[in-house]
RNA sequence: AUAGUGCAUCGGUCUAUCGCGCGAUAAGGGAAGAAAAGCACCUGCUUUAAUCCCCUAUCACGAGGAAAGUCCGGGCAGCAUAGAGCACCAUCGCGGUUAAUGGCCGUCAGGCAGCAAUGUUUGGUCCCUGCAAAAGAGACGAGUAAUCUGCAAAGAGGAUGUGAUACGAGCAUACGAUGGGCUGCAAUUCCAAGUAUACCAGUGUCUGAGCGUUGCUCGCGCGAGCUGGAGGGUAGGAAGCAACAGAAGGACGUAGUAAUACGCCACUCAAGAUUAAUGAUAGACACCCAUUCAUGGGUACAGAACCCGGCUUAUAGAUGCACUAUUUUU
RNA sequence: GGAGCGCUAGUUCAAUGGAUAGAACGAUACACUACGGAUGUAUAGAUCGAGGUUCGAUUCCUCGGCGCUCUA
């Protein structure tokens, strides 16, 4: 049985954390996402997803994206457990229009996927 | 029955799988990570904080009527138990109501909309100080024409016209009454970590610099450092803050036209995050619309951030009560 | 979360409650030129939206929209 749970210990805090990983991390584009990474040695994959108030001005807008990202995550996190790999990661939405979780889902599936595949 | 007006209420439900936050209970486990210091002497070892932290199981609870805008008013916190004067701001028929308000209820007068129910809007004063482009003799202090008085000088007089308003008013920056101390939970308090005030200039130590939240002046309190340049470090956690509930809602009774008040009833009410929980997916039902009666489409506005009372704005649809107009029947 | 400020031609800025909202740059047309530039002449173009106060509103008040700043 997969562990497809989400402790707050696999969230990424703290301002200089975040700032280390934008300033240092490499990204790429999993439309309708944008996804920043910096790999570690060790320790659990953190995760921080973002859905900017510039494109989507009301916040229930911003909070059903951002709970469709992190449950796409959640479903989809075991890519990255299989694999042994550990990264801090950022997903920002980067789309004007609201997509549905399965355009989600399938994203997610594809960048976790094209993450193992780093070196 | 149709159309409308006012007041009030609700604003999806259930199941399955996976998941999140907070709390309680039970049984366990012993760490995680940052930075620094010390010992050693290049391989390392040791120590150390707030928060304690992690895992497992069960149970309980987990967005709104507007959570929104931040337009008013309070609670609460700090600053003399918040003090004085000036300045400033707000309100403005009358009466009531409240913890309080610019809200709410009742009511008076005028304007506007409507057949009506009703809705909407305006409402202190002109004593002092001021205001009005063009037009007009003249915009608040003078004065044009006819006419009258007078020997005359002059005085009285105020038409017509201009204009929104003309020896009478209107307006606010003026006056009056009433209210408001200022700042806001990023308030405020505590714990922990870390560094250096090295150096330069000015100023001051009771004849007192500077600081303390108020635009200024005082008053009051603290008081040996303070200001500028040039640097160093930190930005973690806890309380505030989530049932020791309260200006809370509801039923009933009494008073009142009403807002509301009082009494009574163990009737109801348990979110508390902080890179920020309250969810995701699938199915069924309910409601609405279309229809070829198989089915297809739609279900709004919108997401707590210390807490309350109002106002304003957004809102698919559903329900109840009262009233008005028209038509039909009795 | 809280506090404050702004919105005027395409752009940058003016305008004490008072006549037809002004200036610069830009745009368009014409002239000049072999063509273009420069220059000259002319033209078009705006008060964020909706109400209210006033004789009269860019200005004052109310509600909404958009943008910005400050604050541990």
């Known amino acids: 049985m997969m562990n497809a749970t989400f402790p707050k210990s ?17 990204r790429f584009v999993a439309w309708p996402m944008r996804v920043t990474y910096l790999p570690l040695a060790d ?8 859905a ?9 807008d911003r909070n059903r994206l951002r709970r469709q990202m992190r449950e796409a995550y959640r479903l989809n996190k075991h890519v990255l457990v299989d694999a042994d790999k550990h990264y801090h990661l950022a997903f920002n939405y980067i789309d ?14 594809k960048a976790l996927k094209r993450l193992t595949e780093e070196a």
């Open 10 to 26: 696999e969230k990424l805090c703290g301002g200089q954390v975040v700032d280390h990983l934008y300033k240092t991390g490499k």
């Open 43 to 50: 320790g659990p994959s953190q995760v921080l997803i973002w």
């Open 52 to 60: 900017p108030k510039a494109l989507f001005k009301h916040a229930v």
């Open 96 to 109: 004007k229009e609201m997509q549905d979780f399965k355009t989600i889902s399938k994203a997610m599936g």
